[in-house]
Each structure stands twice: as structure tokens, then as C-alpha cells.
């Protein structure tokens, strides 16, 4: 069996833990299908999501630093987050299970959605 070794990193603008199913976000999103407890990954967010930001337990991007909309959003509503990792939104699938580590700044797969393959 395949060791899951999938992991991204990035700068952390609000520290915190997480455990939780992917969510992608993208431009055509739909605020209905954010289960609660979910990790956001997203090339970057936007002010249309934050309304739905209340069930999620983290916020992962490829891209911005400490003063994007992500950052921002994140210390404002105390959501764990990392940001500028890259390549998220490419490793990442909807419902994988992922483990953030706001402290260090990394996001690691636990669990391969296999539908999402």
C-alpha cells in the first residue's frame, strides 16, 4: 500500500489546527455546498464567499500574502489560514481529508477522496 505523502505549504496569516473535507472554490461557486467543518482551498477567495466563511474550519490559497482578501477575512472571523502555497488547489480534490497545521503553515492529506481520482 501507497504511503499518502501530499503535502503543501505556506505563510500563515491566522495559526490554528484543523482536520476537515476539501472544499474547492472558484469563481462559479455556490455558497449551498459548504458542508460545515470544511477546509476552503481556492487560488484565492473573494468578498462572495464570505457570508458561507461561518462553516468552515480553515482557508488554504495558492496565492496572496499578508494582506489579501484571504488574510484579512481569516483574522477577521478567527478562521486558520494559510496562504501563497502554490499548488493547493492542484493537489488537492473535493472531500479529501486534509490536516492544517496553522502553526507551521501546512496542509497534508490524510485521506484521498477516491470518487474525486
Known sequence: ????????????????????RVTLY???FKQARIPKGSIIVAQMTSPQIVEALENVSAIITDLGGLTCHAAIISR??????????????????????VKVDA??????????????R
Open 76 to 97: 477577521e472571523m478567527k478562521i486558520p489560514c494559510i496562504v501563497g502555497t502554490g499548488n493547493a488547489t492542484q493537489i488537492f480534490k473535493n472531500n479529501d481529508r
Open 1 to 20: 500500500m501507497e504511503k499518502l505523502t501530499k503535502q503543501v505549504s505556506g505563510q500563515v496569516v491566522f495559526p490554528g489546527k484543523a482536520r476537515g
Open 26 to 28: 472558484s469563481a462559479d
Open 103 to 116: 502553526y507551521k503553515g501546512t496542509v497534508k492529506l490524510l485521506r484521498a477522496h477516491p470518487a474525486s
